[in-house]
T-cell receptor, first 114, second 112 residues
């Protein structure tokens, strides 16, 4: 089945710097890749997603890139702010047999230092 | 903006007891899911539910687990005889098509 690896597990940046989180997936048939932000004790919140027919998607300070050939996708946060501090999870949708499940990476704890 | 809601927010139970976790998905959504997250670990898929039946389940979702949509608004997860290793945060999610999926705030289950 699908397996998603996420790196780094922790990331510390200075306010205003950029942060990049990378994920790889194993199933070349996966076609949907969301990113969730989870603040301590709260729900995973969808922040951006990308489908396999698109190479890049941007929403203000957040962007996601997808390389289908290499089976990896990345989250880019520019001009980081302290409120960006959270755990970020990538996920992939495994589509074998019409599956709707999301397979998650292990998460990246991002700390933005003021 | 409509959100998925879950009750209770916390549940403490004794090993062997039954628990029912409740979710109210977003009202026009057709796909419902349960995921769990053991403390400090990644979110894991348990089960998906569509058209009043289970469409997919993981190996975690054994005979001790069941799901139900008892009425037009609630979606429940029942654990028949809880084990210590069932302690986790349980998230309900819903979607109108398969993706994107929107998560509820979770129920933190502690089995003693």
């Amino acid at each position: 089945g699908e397996n998603v690896e996420q790196h780094p597990s922790t990331l510390s940046v200075q306010e205003g710097d950029s942060a990049v989180i990378k994920c790889t997936y194993s199933d070349s048939a996966s076609n949907y890749f969301p990113w969730y932000k989870q603040e301590l004790g709260k729900r995973p919140q969808l922040i951006i997603d990308i489908r396999s027919n698109v190479g890049e998607k941007k929403d203000q300070r957040i962007a996601v890139t997808l390389n289908k050939t290499a089976k990896h996708f990345s989250l880019h946060i520019t001009e980081t702010q302290p409120e960006d501090s959270a755990v970020y999870f990538c996920a992939a949708r495994a589509i074998q047999g019409g599956s709707e499940k999301l397979v998650f990476g292990k998460g990246t704890k991002l700390t933005v230092n003021p | 903006e409509p959100e998925v809601t879950q009750t209770p927010s916390h549940q403490v139970t004794q090993m062997g007891q039954e628990v029912i976790l409740r979710c109210v998905p977003i009202s026009n959504h057709l796909y419902f899911y349960w995921y769990r997250q053991i403390l400090g670990q990644k979110v894991e898929f348990l089960v998906s539910f569509y058209n009043n039946e289970i469409s997919e389940k993981s190996e975690i979702f054994d005979d001790q687990f069941s799901v139900e949509r008892p009425d037009g608004s609630n979606f429940t997860l029942k654990i028949r005889s809880t084990k210590l290793e069932d302690s986790a945060m349980y998230f309900c999610a819903s979607s109108d098509v398969a993706v994107p999926q929107y998560f509820g705030p979770g129920t933190r289950l502690l089995v003693l």
